[in-house]
């Protein structure tokens, strides 16, 4: 008798913003195979990572914890493969596992994929054209490459997987694609894309970070001022003033992003179409995200690491015929760390104790547990490297947001060693949702400031973080 538990494929790209998806309400692009998932399943409209970067993003989603647990704290702090996963749980009770795409967790035998019946990956960010492919061996690893564009090359070996599958076995699959990281390089299938058209611009193109901590706007991420030609395809004419070079980037910068996307959307069909062929679509479990969120010229900004809502937000939709109702949606917060505990109950598996998540499965039939969370803690480590953002952690809930830069490399790994004076802000959502208004020094919200802190503070210890030793009650 063939095994019943749930298959699961999980989709995720590299830095898609929610925003730049039309189940989100997206003004700038169409998804719609994507919002198939979300037409099919559910939306969940607040995900959100622990720490707004790649490498630990990943490393969080594969072992349940935060960062200060596992140890990727930044892009130069890669994972100790003989870490616990939830993938390792999977394939020891039974799942046959494979992993095609984007790992960005590290090379070598230490950090290589484990726990994978089979895999082929990138090494490190890869290229979108003819890319090079670290293909898993019997004796350990070998590199070649590929012809042809990453996206497809991605989901062609994800479908070859499925193809070759045990059918009495359930599978897990990770399809990680590298876009739409940056550098933008879209293929000539999508390249005509918006050619003859203007993309909508994002409310806050033009901030010019006023009222806000000085973090804002000595991040070294604006668009134009900040890109390189490889960004623009062309030379940057930087005599411009610069919100006209703003104007200018964003939309050079944004066609080709969104070209990527639909490459993406166009490959997430065909797997959806690979599941109906196969009669598998009743019980697979299909997820599509994101490693984290990115700036679509908001603030004026690409890139992300910074807790503003639009790199703290991961877009996260389910489909699961089974158990989830078509078109559902889902505003409780969810988060990175999440993900594992829950694929885990869903494969009828317990969840190790040294889990930092929680298992959200009871959201897909719509029961939120009472004592859900109301709150998040996040934290980014990588002081000032590549883009000047500074270090900093912070809590969200609901409505209101507080950020502390405490602008410090405290020694991480990839982190540059300078110091500033501290700084925190605090936004009230529900009054300023595109974060432009600092009001942490607003008597009214004095009281809410101490109880954010102590909201933090309580948080930090549940993890087991330890405050900045200047974060004084």
């Given at each position: ?224 001022a900040h890109m390189v030609p490889l960004d623009t395809k062309t ?131 719509g029961e939120t547990p009472d004592d859900w969370r109301q709150s ?82 309580r948080l930090q210890a549940q993890v087991g973080d330890e405050r ?6």
């Open positions: 008798m063939s095994d019943q538990r749930p298959n699961i494929l999980f989709i995720m790209s590299d830095d898609h913003a929610s925003h730049a998806m039309t189940c989100y309400g997206s003004r700038i692009n169409q998804t719609p195979n994507l919002d198939r998932i979300a037409d099919e399943g559910m939306r969940f409209d607040n995900c959100f990572c622990t720490n707004s970067i790649c490498t630990p993003s990943r490393a969080a989603i594969l072992t349940g914890t935060y960062n200060h647990i596992n140890e990727v704290t930044t892009l130069d702090t890669h994972m100790d493969n003989s870490l616990p996963t939830f993938v390792k749980d999977l394939h020891a009770g039974g799942y046959q596992t494979g992993m095609f795409g984007k790992w960005h967790l590290g090379q070598g035998p230490a950090h290589e994929p484990t726990g994978f019946d089979d895999w082929a990956v990138l090494p490190g960010q890869g290229l979108y054209h003819n890319p090079i492919f670290i293909f898993k061996t019997e004796d350990g690893s070998e590199r070649r490459p590929v012809h042809g564009y990453v996206t497809d090359l991605i989901t062609d070996m994800t479908l070859d997987f499925l193809a070759d599958r045990d059918r009495e076995r359930p599978f897990f699959v990770m399809c990680h694609h590298k876009a739409p990281h940056r550098h933008w390089e879209p293929d000539d299938k999508h390249a005509h894309m918006f050619l003859n058209e203007d993309v909508p611009e994002p409310e806050t193109l033009y901030d010019d970070y006023s009222n806000r901590a000085s973090a804002a706007g000595a991040a070294e991420m604006r668009m134009g030379e940057i004419p930087h005599d411009l003033p610069e919100m006209e070079l703003r104007k200018w980037a964003y939309q050079r910068y944004i066609k080709d992003y969104l070209r990527v996307v639909a490459s993406i959307d166009d490959n997430v069909g065909r797997l959806l179409d690979y599941l109906d062929a196969e009669g598998l679509t009743e019980n697979t479990i299909v997820v599509y995200t994101s490693d984290q969120g990115f700036f679509l010229g908001d603030h004026g900004w690409y890139d992300k690491r910074f807790m503003y809502e639009e790199s703290l937000r991961m877009p996260y939709i389910m489909r699961y015929p089974r158990l989830i109702e078509a078109g559902s949606a889902n505003e409780d917060m969810i988060l990175n760390v999440d993900f594992a505990p829950t694929y885990l109950e869903l494969a009828g598996l317990p969840a190790p104790e040294h889990y930092q998540g929680r298992s959200f499965s009871p959201m897909l039939s998040m803690y996040y934290r980014y480590w990588m002081h000032k490297t590549h883009h000047n953002v500074y270090a900093h952690y912070g809590i969200r809930t609901h409505r209101y947001k507080l950020i502390y830069y405490y602008a410090d490399a405290l020694g991480q790994t990839g982190a540059i060693d300078e110091t500033y004076e501290p700084e925190w802000e605090l936004f009230d959502l529900e009054q300023d949702p595109y974060e432009l208004n600092n009001v942490v020094d607003d008597p009214a919200y004095a009281e809410l400031v101490l109880e954010l802190k102590d909201e933090m503070h900045y030793h200047l974060d004084v009650d």
